[in-house]
């Protein structure tokens, strides 16, 4: 892929945006000081209609190259301070990506946010720049809004803020569109506001925010000012929670870096239209609401999960903007860093939630369940080809399993060591770019074993090994196995490493039988290994029937979240309409019926665990049509939710439990008023409920109702459209019809992403695929998109993982059949 820094090295951008809401239409000035190191000058430049360019104040001419995204100015003087000068107009976007807009309602009518979402390689749609990770620079930015009550943030403090009112002679905006601009006489109000000069930075992590905002604030410890902003039908009380752990977060780092935090304020902005969770621009770090908004009425695990997103982003200011990675194959250093981070420091502002616990059941589950399929890609994973790098962007690899290898290194090392490592890159490297290597040099002074040689064969390769005594193997999901090898640290049999380990009958037995006293890092190791190996050829998948039962009095949450996630592999053997769905459902109810007795439905003086236990027992006897817990926990809906849906009348950890009870036990009555109910709600967690609800439906006229809302982006937002669409997928009933109408309107999916994050698109399809019909459809599909290299890597793991599916049903559906008849 061709480096536009080999043209052109920036040092500032002066960025001036006249902004008008209402036309969506943007009128850009941007000067560039750089220095030239070619005769030829390329800037990046997407969807930008250029009227004029300056080279050193003189007028030159250029080309475009829409499919590259290029802007090409020749001849140019080599290796000379240059000054470019450009004017432009461009539309705001509506795909989330580049300056975008998104809008909501607020008392009876419709507000309007700017935002922006400039990584991987999306500021060029604001701007013409060198939009690479190496070419950082510092900016100047203006902002002249045409709406005088709106605030206007970026990544620095303003500088200076005016209103300026004059008489329109030569209105400065297309007098069509503008109403100011109707009468030429007519007095015209314009917000103009200039920000300080940024660090030096990539372009990817420049952030404007603009709209009418509620917001909170408060200064921390190290006399940094943070304050949390959301849109205007958000409560202030929402924002107090996260701006909290902003305030500790960045504490925390401070003194565990031993670098200060280097911007003078930290921001945070929850949007209503974000395509990923969060973006951690320095200083002006931008969220979906889900992932930032959260009062007395939201449950502990979405308090618990909004921390983790919070200290992940804002660990990003130092790994990811005070020390960037060179080029997208190292996004790693960013990612897997962050994604350890945010678990650590959560672990030390809240103790008391055990957050490792989930670390271990979700994060390491869902890195080793993708990194045993054939085809995927390594953590550091060469890039050829912008397409691709979206695709990096994986967050069952370069998160989640990146992060892994992070903690496997941090305790072979020990805390102290490794962090003392992590400090040193930091004050060698900060405002600058690296490479991996620079940073197992650094922490190398700090290791007794050669880092590097050990982390390479870990970051370099895909995949993982079994051990089995002394012997490794890669591990496939499908048993087979190849002659990848790694540098193995010491191996332990609690949490530490990214690997399984392979054990016999007998020594399997013998830790069930003395599961009370091992730590919880050794239960989840020996479930987690389990939960891998059932679907493979290793073990008989149908022995984890006599398992089970052994874990009925189990207390501990993080426990049961592995049986959740068993039970769910299983399902595929018991579709609802299968003979033996009613004993796979009895099994379920024996289960859990310990549990449900002790718990109850409702909550008491629960310990942390028990708090969360109860939903997702409950959720169980709800899935396995125990009609007297439907009927109970129905009762409790009439008697406290009502006919007003007062969702705030009953426990937060409960209320989807109840929601859903209701709606299986009145058969689908709540659908018109639900949905309703979620065109209005501005709340995201009860957003999510009433969603998850619906697309529950087995009604025919439903189903057909809420596919239909695929294509509903006034009802459904692009943010949740992917979500929305593997919630009809995980559905039974609305499986079929959702499947035809994603293979039908794969041409608007890729109108509505832009190709980005489209992969996951195929991932969700894919993990939902179980039998042979839908098997040759999927592959008929693929077949078309095969060359696209947005997609390719997607569909082959896709594949992969259908096929695995198939075989493992072909082998062990007898088998499993007939326990189920035995127990």
Known sequence: MERLINYFIPQNYQLELRVNKNTEEIQGHTIISGKTKDSILKLHARDLKISKILINNKPVEFTLDPDNQLLSISPVEKDQSTIIDIRYTFKLSHSMIGMYLSTYKYEGREERIVSTQFESHYARMMFPCIDEPEAKATFDLKVIDTDIEDTILSNMPILSERVLTYTSVNADLNPKEDPNALNLNAEVSRKIVTFKTTPKMSTYLLAICIGKFNKVSGTNQHGIEVATYGALNQPTESLEFSNQIAMESLDFYDQLFEIPYPLPKLDQVAIPDFDAGAMENWGLVTYRESCLLADQNTPQTTKEYIATVVTHELSHQWFGNLVTMRWWDNLWLNESFANM??????????PEWQIWQDYFTEDCLYALRRDSLENVQSVQQTVSDPAEIDSLFDGAIVYAKGSHLMFMLMRLMGEEQFFKGLKKYFQKFQYQNTSGDDLWACLQEFATFDVKNMMDSWILQPGFPLIDGEKQQRFLADGSTDQTKWVLPKITDDMSGHYLIKLSDDDFEQKIQNFQNLNFEQKLRLLIDRSMLMRTPYINTSSI????????KEKQESIWQLIVTIIANLKIFFPPTSEYFPLFKKYLLRLVAYNIERLGLSSKADSADDLKLRPLVLNFAIYAEDQAILSNLSDVYDQKIGKNMDFRAVSPELLDTIIDAKYRYSKEELFESLLERYQQESNPVYKSIILETLTDSRKEEHINRLVDLLEDQETVRLQ???????????????????????????DYIKEITKNKSIDDYIRVVGARVSNQSEAEQFSQFCDQERNNKAVARAIKIAEYGIKITLKWREREAENIYQKIQQL
Not at 341 to 350: E, G, I, N, S, T
Not at 545 to 552: A, G, H, Q, S, V
Not at 733 to 742: G, P, V
């Open 545 to 552: 029937f006599d398992l089970l039962p052994k874990f009925e």
């Open 341 to 350: 981070m945010q678990f650590y420091a959560v672990d030390h502002l809240r």
């Open 720 to 746: 949740d459209h992917l979500t929305f669409l593997s919630l009809l997928l995980s559905n039974h009933w609305s499986k079929q019809l959702a499947l035809e109408w994603f293979y039908a309107h794969w």
